[in-house]
C-alpha cells in the first residue's frame, strides 16, 4: 500500500529558484495537506485542501502556492525560494476518520542555499 | 506565546522500564487530543486519540485533565523500538487547519 507519495525525497535549490513539490495518496482521501517542520518548532501547516477543487491558507502560507489537481493530487510550487524555506515539508491527507487523523508523506528535504 | 507545550528530552529509559510524558495545551478550548510518533528522519504517525475518560492501547495509556489542560503518555515495557519523538496534538475545533503540533518529546531506550 503506497498511501502518501512525496516526490521529490531531497532537493537543493537556490535563492531565486522555482520549484514543485508533488503528492499524491491512494487511500481516496478527500482532504490533503502541506506542513513544515523546522528544527525546535512543531509541524505548522502551510495550506490544505478540504476537498477536491477547494484549497484554503494555513499557518504560514507566505511564499506559497498550491494546486489541487484532482482528489489524487495536491502540488506545493515555491515561485521564487528563499532560505528561509529550508525546511523539511510533509504532505499529509485524511478521509471518514476526520481531519486530525492524518496520513502523511516520507517528507522531502528541502535546502535553499 | 507557546500553545502546545512537551517537555523535548530526551528521556533515556532502559527496556523494561515504565515512562510518562506530559503535554499542556493553552486553548481551553480545545477539544480533540491525540500522540502521534515519529521517527529520526521519518513521518508523523498517529499513535492514538485521547478521549477524555483516559484510554488503553496494549502498553501504551493516555489521559486527559482538561481542568489542568494536559494530556500524557503513558508507556509501560518500553521496548527498543519505541525509541522515537513523540508529538501532542491539539485541536481546538472541529475543522482542517485548527490542530496545533507540539515539538515532540524525545525517548530513547536503551538495551
Known amino acids: 500500500n503506497a498511501g502518501v507519495t512525496q516526490t521529490p525525497k531531497f532537493q537543493v535549490l537556490k535563492t531565486g529558484q522555482s520549484m514543485t513539490l508533488q503528492c499524491a495518496q491512494d487511500m481516496n482521501h478527500n482532504s490533503m495537506y502541506w506542513y513544515r517542520q523546522d528544527p525546535g518548532m512543531g509541524l505548522r501547516l502551510i495550506y490544505y485542501s478540504a476537498s477536491e477543487g477547494t484549497t484554503d491558507k494555513g499557518e504560514v502560507p507566505n511564499g506559497y502556492n498550491v494546486s489541487r489537481l484532482n482528489k489524487r493530487e495536491f502540488s506545493l510550487r515555491l515561485e521564487s525560494a528563499a532560505p528561509s524555506q529550508t525546511s523539511v515539508y510533509f504532505c499529509a491527507s485524511s478521509g471518514t476518520g476526520g481531519p486530525e487523523k492524518l496520513f502523511f508523506g516520507s517528507g522531502t528535504q528541502l535546502s535553499v542555499l | 506565546r507557546k500553545e502546545v507545550e512537551q517537555d523535548p528530552g530526551p528521556f533515556n529509559v532502559p527496556e523494561g522500564a515504565t515512562v510518562a510524558f506530559n503535554c499542556t495545551y493553552s486553548?481551553?478550548?480545545?477539544?480533540?487530543f491525540f500522540w502521534y510518533r515519529q521517527d529520526c528522519r521519518k513521518e508523523p504517525k498517529l499513535l492514538m486519540s485521547v478521549y477524555s475518560s483516559g484510554n488503553e492501547d496494549g502498553r501504551f495509556t493516555a489521559q486527559l485533565n482538561r481542568a489542568s489542560q494536559y494530556i500524557s503518555l503513558l508507556i509501560r515495557d518500553s521496548k527498543l523500538s519505541d525509541s522515537a519523538t513523540y508529538l501532542c496534538?491539539?485541536?481546538?475545533?472541529?475543522?482542517?487547519?485548527?490542530?496545533?503540533f507540539g515539538k515532540g518529546t524525545m525517548l530513547l531506550v536503551s538495551p
Open positions: 496534538v491539539v485541536s481546538s475545533h472541529s475543522g482542517y487547519s485548527t490542530l496545533t
Open positions: 486553548n481551553s478550548a480545545s477539544q480533540s
